[in-house]
């Protein structure tokens, strides 16, 4: 099953990027931090452990029953079920909101509408976390593995990886969405892109 091979092959693969975003994303003790798309849980639960108040959200209420379940919960965190394209939260209730190797999974006009919904729900100079494949790809062997793993994902999945990439990636989709960049890095032999970006506006 797709969610048991992320908790036991995807989340283990991923634990330098999930510490390193804590560092990245200068989340502090007591943020308020949104993860969407949280999947199993495992970035909620890096940022629970820097001390913030961290609530996931996800569409598959089988990733959400193992993030429920995990034994490595710590501090303030608590999961539920929600769309991200619309999130059920008031207007400026959060210091951080993230996403995590998630946008390319969505058709192009979903990604614009969870990025407004994410600026929506923090607060005006609040940050924002992008992290997800960098576009173009680069040629080497990761890049190569990424590209077998999403055709495999299935049709639609790879369709909507192929128009991310296409598009130009998490750059071009928040120049569109009308954010500027804070800060930005790059990861795994700049397989993954990691931005910040400070929350200067709410949509009208």
Known sequence: MLFLNYATIIDPLLRGLRAYAVEFSGIKAGDRVLDVCCGTGDQAFHYARAGGIVTGIDLDPNMLELARKDKRRTGSVSFQLADACYLPFRDNCFDCAAISLALHEKEGAARGKVIMEMKRVVRKGGALIFIDFQAPLARNKLSRLVKVIEFFAGRNHHRCFRDFIEQGGLAE????????????????????????????????
Request: net charge positive.
């Open 173 to 204: 989709i928040l120049k569109k969405n009308q954010l500027n960049e804070d800060k930005r890095d790059y990861c795994y032999d700049r397989l993954i892109t990691i931005i910040r970006a400070i929350n200067s506006e709410h949509p009208a």
